[in-house]
Nanobody, 122 residues
Framework: QVQLVESGGGSVQAGGSLRLSCAASGRILSINIMGWYRQAPGKQRELVATVTSGGGTNYAESVKGRFTISRDNAKNMVALQMDSLKPEDTAVYYC????????????????WGQGTQVTVSS
């Protein structure tokens, strides 16, 4: 019903920057919250940043001041600008669309992208 496609991952040296993008498609009426999560090897998936349809943002403490999340409601897109990257930022990054309403389902659902690898070398 709803597909999330991520792009922009890759490899970078510590101190560098990357920009992740995610586009949601399908019979979407509204998406309340869009965000990014990450999962490093051997660790649980954790929140990186979220943004509401109204523009309210939330960041993990570990990325505050370095990452910036933004959103285009009209295009159902969310981006994550990652600056001053550190080796500990290495993970698979997942796009999430939460509390999604579509034309075919009255219930609000959550959807995930397939993930994109970010590798930061020291």
């Amino acid at each position: 019903q709803v597909q999330l496609v991520e792009s922009g991952g890759g490899s970078v040296q510590a101190g560098g920057s990357l920009r992740l993008s995610c586009a949601a498609s399908g019979r979407i009426l509204s998406i309340n919250i869009m965000g990014w999560y990450r999962q490093a090897p051997g660790k649980q998936r954790e929140l990186v940043a979220t943004v509401t349809s109204g523009g309210g943002t939330n960041y993990a403490e570990s990325v505050k001041g370095r990452f910036t999340i933004s959103r285009d409601n009209a295009k159902n897109m969310v981006a994550l600008q990652m600056d001053s990257l550190k080796p500990e930022d290495t993970a698979v990054y997942y796009c999430n669309a939460n509390r999604v309403r579509t034309t075919t389902d009255w219930r609000e659902r959550s959807y995930w992208g397939q993930g994109t690898q970010v590798t930061v070398s020291s």
